[in-house]
């Protein structure tokens, strides 16, 4: 997260991508930080995952991370 707090006060768009165990953490993490960065969250676990799984898991989320990418907010 402390990568994508320095991108943002650089003018690059940035998020980050996790499981949804770090849900929690990404927010506790976000308040210390005192900046909410744009997020994505997948279903945990992921480290048992096929390939096949982690391919449909990211086909499912591609679209999600480029609309966040590339929204300008006003």
Do not use: N, Y
């Amino acid at each position: 997260m402390h990568d994508i707090t320095e991108l943002e006060s650089m003018g690059v768009p940035g998020l980050f991508v996790a499981s949804t165990a770090f849900i929690d953490g990404a927010a506790a993490q976000s308040a210390a930080l005192g900046f909410e960065p744009e997020a994505v969250f997948v279903p945990h676990p992921i480290q048992d995952r096929t390939d096949d799984e982690i391919r449909a898991i990211a086909d499912g989320v591609v679209a999600q991370i480029l609309a966040k990418l590339t929204t300008t907010v006003a």
